[in-house]
Nanobody, 119 residues
Framework: QVQLVESGGGLVQAGGSLRLSCAASGSIFRVYDMGWYRQAPGKQRELVADITNGGSTDYADSVKGRFTISRDNAKNTVFLQMNSLKPEDTAVYYC?????????????WGQGTQVTVSS
């Protein structure tokens, strides 16, 4: 089994920064893509950013230039550095890991961490 432990959420004023972390542990043979999604009240879950195991990244248009995703492959950990935060960034943020755990490949989700940006 695989466990994802998220940390780093909280309350911040507009213009501030937060750094989210998500560490994957358990019976992991290989990790592929890692990413962050978010879900605001009354809205669908949306992709924020993802990163391949080769380091290629993709971002939602709304966060480009403000958020940076990175990963530590040795520790199976993905990070999301969020700068210039806006009230519309308020949401529960979920990490997402595509991993091969014998005998199958599966996508795993973190428990979510609340990010609240005050105006």
């Amino acid at each position: 089994q695989v466990q994802l432990v998220e940390s780093g959420g909280g309350l911040v004023q507009a213009g501030g920064s937060l750094r989210l972390s998500c560490a994957a542990s358990g019976s992991i043979f290989r990790v592929y893509d890692m990413g962050w999604y978010r879900q605001a009240p009354g809205k669908q879950r949306e992709l924020v950013a993802d990163i391949t195991n080769g380091g290629s990244t993709d971002y939602a248009d709304s966060v480009k230039g403000r958020f940076t995703i990175s990963r530590d492959n040795a520790k199976n950990t993905v990070f999301l550095q969020m700068n210039s935060l806006k009230p519309e960034d308020t949401a529960v943020y979920y990490c997402n890991v595509d991993a091969y755990t014998v005998p199958l490949r599966k996508v795993f989700w973190g428990q979510g961490t609340q990010v609240t940006v005050s105006s």
